[in-house]
Each structure stands twice: as structure tokens, then as C-alpha cells.
């Protein structure tokens, strides 16, 4: 069982930059996968970004580029920063880790962009 707890979402203007933290209720060492996802409103949820527990990361291609997904094993911390944001960025992101056959998921984050 993991526990997510997703910070740092916010209201930011169209260039900026914001970074998430996605926190793990125990070590994410050996987790396969963890990702970070979103939904805007009347939209399904989308992969944004990856990381694996080798350290492999891939991204959406609407946001290469602009967001890097990185993990702290020694924080059970995954981490998105986001830079260069724009109002099509703004949707709830969620945390997701992957440990088959299992996922767990965060309660979400609102990130609202403005133009």
C-alpha cells in the first residue's frame, strides 16, 4: 500500500514556471514506475510524464521540452517542474505510482495557468 499526498499546485500567468511534489508514504525505491498525469475540465486524464525505477523518464509531447520529472529515492519524493507554462497546461495532476500488479494514485493538484 502507498499513500500520494501531490503539493504545490497553484494560480500562475502564462511563462512561468511551477514545480509539484508528489510525497510517498513509504520508499518508491523499488516502485516501477512512477508518473504524473492530468485532466482538464471535460477532458479525459493524460500521461504527462514518467519516471521509472532505473531513472528512465519520457514525456507527453505537449510538454517536452517544458516539464522534467525527477524522483528522490532517499524522500519518497517525485517531482514535476514545469516551466514555460501555458493555459492549456491548467488541469488537476495527479500522482500515480505503478507497482504491478497494483496503482495507487494522489488526490490531485490544481494547476490553473492564466493568460
Known amino acids: 500500500q502507498v499513500q500520494l499526498v501531490e503539493s504545490g499546485g497553484g494560480l500562475v500567468q502564462a511563462g512561468n514556471s511551477l514545480s509539484l511534489s508528489c510525497a510517498a508514504s513509504?520508499?518508491?525505491?523499488?516502485?516501477?514506475?512512477m508518473t504524473w498525469n492530468r485532466q482538464a475540465p471535460g477532458k479525459q486524464r493524460e500521461l504527462v510524464a514518467r519516471i521509472t525505477s532505473t531513472g528512465s523518464t519520457n514525456y507527453a509531447d505537449s510538454v517536452k521540452g517544458r516539464f522534467t520529472i525527477s524522483r528522490d529515492n532517499a524522500k519518497n519524493t517525485v517531482y514535476l517542474q514545469m516551466n514555460s507554462l501555458k493555459p492549456e497546461d491548467t488541469a488537476v495532476y495527479y500522482c500515480?505510482?505503478?507497482?504491478?500488479?497494483?496503482?495507487?494514485w494522489g488526490q490531485g493538484t490544481q494547476v490553473t495557468v492564466s493568460s
Open positions: 500515480h505510482a505503478f507497482q504491478p500488479p497494483l496503482n495507487y
Open positions: 513509504r520508499s518508491i525505491f523499488a516502485i516501477n514506475a
